[in-house]
């Protein structure tokens, strides 16, 4: 009688229905925003103002079935593949570098291109330093203690791939994928002199690289005065923010947006929410950023509840990655802080980013699930 209790249990828990909803939430108005703001780019370029939308909707169903599949295989099952997994990111990040695998767009090497289709290797960096840091942070909690053991070999690993987005000339990726790894090392119980050693060692060294590229100087310079350089690095910061007075309390309209008409440069890209705030006004802006620190509660509150260390960690990896991106991008799109080139989940045209951000999706839903089996499992032996 008890094990079928539990049956039962499991089966009415579907994991978290809210956390369902918002993400479908923003992926459909993503789409919708996206359609808004590329359908004239798209008709000058390639003469149909469909495609963009069209080619983020067919990379939408397929990461959808593919969030659909890992939300349900179970996590135990998914760890022995994870370094399998490491290693095959690793090598399609080496591809960047390979001639004839990669071409060159914007100053970096960060696709691989075949078959008239490309790739960004390093979206899938942030999935799976996630899933590895999750799984050998959670192995070497007792240990953490021992920094040369138990820390220093994630910690090359992190390294690595930093150092090797850093060279396809993605600098905020390489600092914001870092970031990210090391709050997942504060959140497994790494101690607080640890980070203060780091923190001595690489301020200085990262100021260094921050330093060494004049287009990295130039964003840093029109983040602090764009008016200097209006018609050069600060021109795209500047057109973000008049599209956001343009919209207003309550937005222009939907489909009326101004800047998209050539005024800021690629707006189906990292400054989509432009074009959002422009149609939606004020309003729409913090609908949208408030359904993002839904997720980010729902998922944080998910993680710090479970009583599983990789479960813990893997929730806490997924919803920094979503939501810090978020957060960031906009903040980019507000004039907070210097241009980036991050781009916001479920909005920005990309199939690498949106295929991996419906896998980080589709593995928090499992998280959910998981917590979800666990609980009922104890009620079921209570």
Sequence with gaps: MTDRFVIERVDQRKGDPVLLALLVVMLGVGLATLFSASYNWAEQLYGDPYRLVVQQGIRVLFGGVLAIAVSRVP?????????????????????TFVPGMSEEYLGGRRWIVLFGQSFQPSEL??????????????RKQPLLDDTV???????????????????????????FVILVALLMFFVAGVRLRFFLGLTLVAGPLATILLLTRQHRVLRLVAFLNPEIDRFGSGYQVLAAQRALENGGLWGAGIGQSIQKYGALPEPHSDFVFAILGEELGFAGVVAILAVFVAVGVRGYALAF???????????????????????????????????????????SHGGSAVVTSLLMAGLLLNVARAESVSEASEEGDG
């Design 75 to 95: 996590l135990q099952r998914l760890r022995p593949a994870i370094p399998y997994a490491l290693v095959g990111a690793l090598a399609l990040m080496v591809l």
């Design 125 to 138: 960096v942030k999935l799976v330093l996630v899933l590895y840091l999750a799984h050998i942070l959670s």
């Design 149 to 175: 053991n138990s820390i220093l070999p994630p910690l090359i690993v992190v390294g690595a791939f930093g150092a090797l987005i850093y060279i396809q000339n993605d600098f905020s990726t390489a600092v």
């Design 305 to 347: 509840r479970s009583r599983d260390t990789f479960n813990s960690l893997l929730g806490f990896g997924l919803t920094s990655m979503l939501v810090l991106q978020a957060l960031l991008n906009m903040a980019v799109v507000c004039g907070l802080v210097p241009a980036t080139g991050i781009p916001l989940p479920f909005f």
